[in-house]
């Protein structure tokens, strides 16, 4: 009986394995997964189950990269809104993002209720929908806390609701606000027209966010059918994005 180095790899048993890097590279550069099928030849399933596996792959190495860098002096975080399936179901994509460098300390998605317009149709249609928001910020905000320095500057817009979860998790922390402004076309109203932005690390990698995951793009049939498969695509572009995009600018 022989031992193979490769019984430790987490490929070990995968099949089509030779495929997991070009889907990778497909996903986080605004590739759907049905355009993949149809490139690589593979079946829709597959596609998805390695959206997953390599989602899981993603979430450990931005964890494991957190506690490798430095702690963080100063970071942003807000909101960027989407939906799944109808705009009648919108989400919440929240970030936390280290200033100057941009790189991406976390995420998560939350449902989120209707708002404007939208309400009577959204509760006749699918009745109550629940708020995650609250819950899934003061979640995110505890997971980065240890890669944070206690009395860091942490930047966020007016949102009220923002003041207690960062008193409560930073305490000694300073927290800037400032007064949310409108966005412009370029960026697709993440980035903020004229003058100084003082959320641009936040604004912009948001702006990427809606630029390379194709879930995310404005005015088109790619939207996403289920929240959890958002918060995982995410993931993986949140991985590209520190090891190759702002790495490469840095060195």
Request: aromatic share 10%; with cysteine; net charge positive.
């Amino acid at each position: 009986m022989t031992f193979s180095d490769a019984s430790l790899h987490p490929c070990y048993y995968q099949k089509k394995r030779q495929f997991n890097h070009l889907i990778y590279q497909g996903l986080v550069s605004g590739v759907s997964q049905r355009r993949l099928t149809r490139v690589l030849r593979l079946n829709r399933k597959t596609i998805v189950r390695k959206l997953i596996f390599l989602s899981r792959l993603a979430s450990n190495f931005l964890v494991l990269d957190r506690g490798l860098q430095k702690k963080s002096e100063t970071i942003e975080f807000d909101d960027l809104e989407t939906f799944e399936h109808s705009k009648l179901k919108p989400l919440s994509v929240i970030a936390v993002v280290e200033s100057e460098s941009r790189r991406v300390l976390g995420l998560s998605v939350a449902r989120m209720p209707a708002k404007g317009l939208l309400v009577k149709q959204s509760l006749k249609k699918y009745g109550h929908r629940q708020d995650e928001r609250k819950k899934k910020r003061q979640k995110l905000l505890k997971e980065i806390k240890p890669f944070v320095i206690a009395k860091a500057v942490i930047k966020s817009d007016e949102n009220p609701h923002y003041v207690k979860d960062v008193r409560r998790y930073f305490p000694e922390a300073k927290h800037l606000r400032y007064k949310g402004r409108r966005g412009c076309v370029v960026g697709q109203g993440e980035l903020k027209s004229g003058g100084f932005d003082p959320l641009f690390s936040l604004n912009h990698t948001l702006a990427m966010f809606r630029a390379n995951v194709n879930r995310l793009f404005r005015r088109s049939w790619n939207t996403t059918k289920r929240a959890d498969r958002l918060e995982m695509h995410l993931k993986l572009y949140a991985l590209y994005h520190n090891s190759v995009l702002i790495y490469s600018k840095s060195v």
